[in-house]
């Protein structure tokens, strides 16, 4: 069983920049980073592997969104910038154990239980 915990959320400006964090409490295969706006679907933002090796990005990111890993402490980043109104959503971090697709939401065996993001103009 492995636990993975956000942080870093809030209420931020549109432009601002943030950095979300997610702790695992054991080692995992892939980390990623998905989120969901209201009224939404679930969507894809990043994932890393365990080695920080290979990045997986969604199709809407372009180079806005940064994901890094520090596997000395078990921790996931996600680095934000320029931040738009339609980012706002809740940020939930997941974990794949062993073997999994990256982009895909159910090949994750762990959740977090998500940190919201709320972008004001």
């Known amino acids: 069983q492995v636990q993975v915990a956000e942080s870093g959320g809030g209420l931020v400006q549109a432009g601002d920049s943030l950095r979300l964090s997610c702790a695992a409490s054991g080692r995992t295969y892939v980390m990623g980073w998905f989120r969901q706006a209201p009224g939404k679907e679930r969507e894809f933002v990043a994932a890393?592997?365990?080695?920080?090796?290979?990045?997986w990005y969604g199709d809407f990111v372009k180079g806005r969104f940064t994901i890094s890993r520090d596997n000395a402490k078990n921790t996931v980043y996600l680095q934000v910038d320029s931040l738009k109104l339609e980012d706002t959503a809740v940020y939930y971090c997941?974990?794949?154990?062993?073997?999994?697709?990256?982009?895909?939401?159910?090949?994750?065996?762990?959740w977090g239980q998500g940190t919201q993001v709320t972008v004001s103009s």
């Open positions: 890393i592997s365990w080695n920080g090796g290979s990045t």
């Open positions: 997941a974990a794949i154990l062993r073997v999994g697709e990256p982009i895909k939401a159910d090949d994750y065996n762990y």
